[in-house]
């Protein structure tokens, strides 16, 4: 389990073709390291910016 101490939208180039809408979290996982993941909203998947 992780715990959530931030959660941000990102939407932004909605006016190209390729537009980016991403909600990012920066959690503590259970090592009590931080990490930040994000959403995708347009592909529907998940990834790690920083661990």
């Given at each position: 389990?992780?715990?959530?101490?931030?959660?941000?939208?990102?939407?932004?180039r909605?006016?190209?073709?390729?537009?980016?809408?991403?909600?990012?979290?920066?959690?503590?996982l259970?090592?009590?390291?931080?990490?930040?993941?994000?959403?995708?909203?347009?592909?529907?998947?998940?990834?790690?910016?920083?661990?």
């Amino acid at each position: 389990m992780a715990l959530v101490r931030e959660e941000w939208r990102v939407v932004d180039r909605w006016w190209t073709e390729e537009p980016v809408d991403r909600r990012y979290f920066d959690v503590v996982l259970e090592s009590g390291r931080n990490a930040v993941v994000f959403r995708a909203e347009e592909q529907g998947r998940w990834f790690s910016q920083r661990a």
